[in-house]
């Protein structure tokens, strides 16, 4: 009999269960509730749960072969995979015709993150999601965001092989790793689809990235690029087929086209906004789509932060004051991510520990022993990023002559977006007061668009309908954001009540 450990938010307990029996069919005989919109058939990828040192996987399609230790979705993370279903399309699978290479077709879908990166591996028989993986994207080693990594490409004569490699060498150990337990060979990896922004494509590629940074700013491309398997340098059949989806702009990347393209919304006038290195917001205004990009730094992604880090484990998450916060991994504080320093400068503003003009007169520990704390700089990066946020918001609506009062939701998508404090963003200014009550997390709606493209004809063509549709708005030749952008850097006092 195996052992496993079953750790909720506020209990845990100790369970015996024979081999060969699924993970979920484990939870549900414990009567332990976790989301399965699809009832367990293995085509929505929602009952996520972590087993710990193995990370994120699919409970339906999980078998233990050996004592574990599973940690269920904090309620949250449960809600956001429930808005998931709510706000992001889900449709049918539709390749049951494709000519196939192989008897175990395999398709993958990747979401190439500036921080993170996520693949979902697909049964193109069946339309099953067979596993979800995750990881840091290992370019951060020479960069946390775009314009660092373009800069080292540029000053090393082989910057651009060497984060081409380090993405193509962590992709080709999950589609190695995978293959390996599930008796496949690389031959049955047939359709490969990639989102990522601008830069990130660029350099999976081996493209030039230089142009992006440089006025015009003029990608080497932004339609969508195809490449044999032989050619892309991954670990697949050398006649399967790699997709990148259209990239919008220089800074408006094929992540946000594939997740406006995933939402399944009503609203007539709403925004769509993913918060990371690059803040990248969309304004939907009926069947037109306003789009920019501006630079907040990667602050949110605990860059550039005296204890910055990011979302892994030892890191604090969640602050509500001194000895109430959360760490991600139940350990002692190492350093603070995005959401936990969101979290504590609007602690600081409510306590008056910080003034409106950010003026923070000593460093605030959160704990004392281990040095984890914030510093005046700190609330400076954060007061940076966050009026870029909101100053490109007021520009998009004043250039589709709209105010707060004509927009129905704002959808947040990214990771940073899952775990964010909305009331504390709203406290902050990082998102607008004027839309208290109208703004809900999405999750990873870029990766579930690159999923919907690997499933669905019906999808394919609702992005060429969406970029049709999608106007770029460059910040820079706005003579008003620089007012905005100034205006908007001091902490306004929120009546959040």
């Not at 506020?10 to 069919?25: C, P, W």
């Not at 946000?256 to 709403?270: E, F, P």
Request: charged fraction near 20%; hydrophobic fraction near 40%; include cysteine.
């Amino acid at each position: 009999m195996l052992k496993i450990k079953i750790v909720g938010s506020d209990s845990e307990k100790i369970i015996e269960s024979s081999a060969g029996i699924s993970l979920l069919e484990v939870l549900r005989k414990e009567r332990v509730a976790i989301y399965t919109p699809c009832g367990g058939k293995g085509t929505c990828g929602k009952c996520r749960v972590k087993i710990k040192d193995e990370g994120e996987v699919i409970a339906c399609k999980y078998f233990p072969e050996k004592d574990i230790e599973v940690v269920l979705p904090g309620e949250e993370e449960a809600n956001i995979l429930v808005h998931q279903t709510e706000y992001l399309e889900d449709l049918p699978y539709s390749y049951s015709n494709y000519g196939y290479l192989t008897s175990s077709p395999c398709g993958v879908a990747i979401d190439i993150g500036t921080t993170t990166v996520v693949i979902y591996f697909l049964n193109l028989l069946t339309g099953q999601i067979e596993k979800i993986s995750s990881f840091l994207n290992p370019q951060k080693l020479f960069g946390a965001d775009v314009i660092s990594r373009i800069n080292h490409c540029q000053e090393n004569e082989d910057g651009l092989k060497v984060l081409q490699m380090s993405i193509i060498d962590a992709l080709n150990f999950e589609l190695d790793a995978f293959r390996v337990i599930n008796g496949l060979s690389r031959e049955n990896y047939e359709k490969i689809i990639i989102v990522g922004n601008t830069t990130m494509l660029h350099l999976l590629l081996g493209e030039d990235p230089l142009s992006i940074a440089l006025a015009p700013f003029k990608p080497k491309f932004t339609d969508s690029q195809i490449r044999n398997g032989s050619s892309s340098l991954l670990n697949i059949n050398g006649s399967g087929e790699v997709t990148t989806l259209p990239c919008i702009s220089a800074f408006v990347g094929a992540d946000i086209l594939a997740g406006m393209s995933a939402m399944k919304v009503t609203n007539r006038n709403y925004l769509f906004l993913d918060i990371g290195t690059n803040g990248e917001i969309a304004l939907i205004k009926g069947d037109e789509i306003f789009t920019c990009a501006t630079a907040a730094g990667p602050a949110f992604e605990g860059a550039n932060i005296s204890c910055g880090m990011g979302a892994v484990s030892g890191a604090v998450s969640l602050f509500s004051g001194p000895g109430k916060y959360q760490v991600i991994g139940n350990c002692y504080p190492v350093g603070v991510c995005g959401s936990g320093i969101v979290d504590i400068v609007a602690y600081l503003l409510d306590k008056e520990l910080i003034d409106e003009t950010g003026l923070l007169k000593e460093t605030f520990f959160i704990d004392p022993e281990r040095r984890v704390g914030v510093v005046q700089q700190d609330i400076r990066e954060i007061q940076l990023a966050k009026s870029a946020i909101y100053s490109g918001v007021k520009i998009l609506l004043n250039v589709a002559g709209l105010s707060f009062g004509d927009i129905d939701a704002l959808y947040l998508a990214g990771g940073f977006g899952n775990y964010i404090s909305i009331k504390s963003a709203v406290q902050i200014g990082l998102l607008p007061n004027e839309l208290k009550g109208k703004i809900y997390p999405v999750g990873n709606s870029a990766g579930i668009g690159a999923l919907q493209y690997l499933k669905s004809d019906e999808f394919v063509e609702k992005t060429v309908s969406i970029l049709k549709n999608t106007r770029y708005i460059e910040l820079s030749d706005i003579d008003e954001f620089t007012l905005e952008f100034a205006l908007n850097m001091d902490f306004t006092p929120v009546r959040l009540s």
